[in-house]
DNA sequence: CTTTTGTGTTGTTTTAAATCAACAAATATC
DNA sequence: GATATTTGTTGATTTAAAACAACACAAAAG
């Protein structure tokens, strides 16, 4: 936000689809629990106006509240899987393909610090 | 997001581990195809400060900038499935409980409009 | 009908997110 | 060794996200 990046203002197709589709699926567990935006937001600790956000999809909106509010609905499990290294196979085959001068590279560990 | 909320100033345990796991997972995919920083940054649309504060799992950066690195790096289907209301088994059976006096339900549909 | 609750909208204020520049440090490449 | 690239950090600027108030409307409850 604040100088707003492109890919806020005008995030790709399958970026666009992803934040609908989450704050609809948000929407959809919040009623299912008979919840209003009111109580939920305060469970999460945001205000009724960032959660009106979220289940519109706002993509300027930070990732904090998005996860607070699948925190607060019990959903957070979902978002463990996400990007996860043993999953990612093509990133899997790259690494190991390790040809010989594909990038700089110059970071020793791959996993983390 | 300026005035910034409870839940981005001190997320919950299990929101900040998925943050945390989120940023290292992308910097994981990157570092794996052989990336720098300023590279992927600029095919996701933003600098190369926010990549590395995504990295670091920063709680305020916006959700877009995050599902933009996901997309950059080939990884956006693993959002797919998250809050899928047809796996959510709690919602459902709340659902279907209906309890009288729950609380207020106002809205007719439940899935969308 | 009246009251209550939930939601949508608009405008205002606050304030920190995002950018940029410049430098230092680390790593890779030659 | 020297050079190029990547990354980290710090400080300054810009600007829109988040909160808030106030209103209207809808739907449910009395």
Redesign the pocket.
């Known amino acids: 936000?604040?100088?707003?990046?492109?890919i806020?203002k005008s995030p790709p197709a399958a970026v666009e689809n992803v934040l609908n589709q989450l704050g609809r699926n948000i929407r959809t567990a919040r009623?299912r629990r008979k919840l209003?935006?009111?109580?939920l937001a305060e469970r999460i600790?945001?205000?009724?106006?960032?959660l009106?956000?979220i289940?519109k999809g706002?993509p300027?909106?930070?990732i904090a509240?998005y996860l607070g509010a699948l925190w607060a609905l019990g959903l957070i499990r979902d978002m463990r899987e996400v990007a996860d290294p043993d999953r990612d196979e093509e990133g899997k085959i790259l690494e190991r393909a390790r040809s010989p001068?594909t990038?700089?590279?110059?970071?020793?560990m791959d996993d983390d610090f």
Not at 1 to 6: A, C, E, F, N, V
Not at 45 to 50: E, T
């Open positions: 936000m604040t100088r707003i990046s492109k806020s009623l209003s935006r009111e109580n600790g945001i205000s009724r106006y960032v009106a956000d289940e706002k300027t909106t930070a509240a001068k990038a700089p590279k110059r970071r020793k």
